[in-house]
């Protein structure tokens, strides 16, 4: 069916990296929503450290496209005085470790400026935030904070797995009325892939979890980098004879809760995957999202293939932190084994 | 491919400028971060320079004897796009590998 398509097509897909479709995104929100406002630590004048800004200030200037003092909490403070201003801040945390400093703006005002007024002071405040690890980073420059934000009442947490998904679903939050975290992949910053942008995608389309691999034997629950992952692992299994399917979850918070069902109702076995630590990381809400959903059609207790309860570790131990294909081949091994009694 | 400059940073309290003693790359060359590729001199000491990013050499802002000034361009390089940022680096792409092999019997039902 993708060879049809790929014949009516007119114009070829463009090839480009999720760094670029973000930009290209970045370059869309400034020209169309007059109160949209970048700023953050490099963002101007260089471009950002992983060049995702590039551009942007020569383009809409210095008023709209700043630098800011590296001070995080100060980034979200304006970020949150801005936006009761009526403009729409799009700042950046520059590595998901610097976070930490502006964890009190976001918990504390951020997330409930619109509950505490009533809904008088709504915060259109799009943070993004590059994340996750495997670029052989120093300590702070690598940390998985979905469940940290996930917990938070008043947060949207999302993450792209590809370049197509960062430039539809940075848009889509961009657009929406309420404080979204948008949890850039820093791995996949440089791979390319065919990129439609002008797929007139659905407001629905982009709202909960999409199957990027349809499978029958166990479904893989990913985000972001651990997509890619979950695939090469797919392709793997179907060697074995096991078809995995690979449900990518993007947004983090509100979880697709109907997708997931649908899926592991299917393939009666689960198994999610993901950097952060495991104790009370999102594996553990998306397990008992399954179990309570899927409990009657279940084949075993769902699986969680994750990173360790140590602190992210630096660039030399990336390798033994991060679930890698034979944890997760693993993961499906116990899951396929498993047996009731 | 984007073009980035570096001032001449403040190499001591309050130094208004430095001379370039010796350029230790030339336009065109790679350059990779943390590569040394300027001596300067200041009032106090002549120190080598630090690239802050891996580039080609574009631009070197100032022959040896120039004096540049604290805050002015001192070295362009163009970064390819696909490069890693300040930090990091770009993740290799490799071929899959694996050691486990998956063995289940799918009793259906």
Not at chain 1, 9 to 30: D, F, W
Not at chain 1, 193 to 204: I, P, Y
Not at chain 1, 244 to 257: F, G, H, N
Not at chain 2, 86 to 105: F, N, W, Y
Request: glycine share 8%; aromatic share 6%.
């Amino acid at each position: 069916m993708s060879d049809t398509l790929e014949l009516v097509r007119e114009t070829p897909l463009l090839q480009l990296s999720m760094q670029q479709t973000i930009n290209r995104a970045l370059g869309e929100i400034l020209d169309t929503d007059d109160r949209a406002l970048i700023f953050g630590e490099d963002v101007g004048v260089l471009g950002g450290v992983f060049r995702v800004t590039d551009g942007l200030r020569q383009r809409f200037g210095a008023n709209r496209v700043f630098d800011t003092p590296l001070a995080e909490s100060g980034i979200l403070g304006t970020a949150i005085g801005l936006a009761m201003a009526g403009f729409h801040p799009i700042p950046e945390v520059q590595f998901d470790g610097f976070a930490y400093p502006a964890v009190n703006q976001i918990i504390t005002q951020l997330a409930r400026m619109n509950y505490r007024s009533r809904g008088t002071l709504p915060m259109q405040v799009t943070l993004r935030v590059p994340s996750f690890g495997g670029i052989r980073a120093p300590e702070h420059h690598g940390e998985s904070l979905e469940s940290l934000f996930a917990h938070v009442p008043g947060l949207k947490v999302v993450s792209p797995a590809n370049p197509q998904q960062a430039y539809h679903l940075l848009k889509h939050a961009a657009s929406m009325p309420d404080p979204v975290i948008f949890m850039e992949p820093k791995a996949r910053y440089w791979n390319k892939a065919g990129v439609d942008l002008a797929a007139d995608e659905e407001t629905s389309a982009l709202e909960g979890s999409v199957i990027a691999r349809p499978g029958k034997h166990a479904t893989l629950i990913a985000w972001g980098a651990m997509v890619s992952r979950c695939l090469q692992v797919a392709e793997l299994a179907a060697e074995d004879g096991i078809e995995l399917e690979v449900l990518d979850l993007r947004w983090l918070k509100p979880i697709d809760e109907a997708g997931l069902a649908a899926s592991v109702s299917r393939t009666r076995r689960a198994i999610v995957v993901h950097e952060g630590p495991h104790t009370a990381g999102l594996g553990a809400e998306v397990a008992a999202l399954v179990s309570q959903s899927c409990f009657d059609t279940l084949r075993a207790p769902v699986e969680r293939v994750t990173g360790f309860d140590v602190p992210y570790p630096s660039g030399d131990l990336e390798d033994e932190y991060i679930p890698n294909i034979d944890r997760i081949l693993f993961g499906v091994q116990r899951v396929l084994e498993y047996r009731r009694g | 491919m984007a073009e980035i400059s570096f001032p001449l940073p403040d190499l001591g309290e309050g130094l208004l400028e430095a001379t370039v003693l010796e350029w230790l790359v030339k336009v065109g060359d790679q350059v990779e971060r943390n590569q040394p590729f300027v001596e300067v001199e200041t009032t106090k000491s002549s120190v080598e320079l630090p690239s802050p990013i891996a580039g080609i050499v574009l631009t070197l802002h100032g022959e040896p004897g120039d004096v540049v000034l604290v805050d002015t361009p001192l070295i362009t390089f163009t970064v390819a796009d696909d490069s890693a940022g300040i930090v990091g680096t770009v993740p290799a792409e490799a071929a899959p590998k694996r050691r486990v092999r998956l063995s289940a019997v799918l009793d259906e039902d």
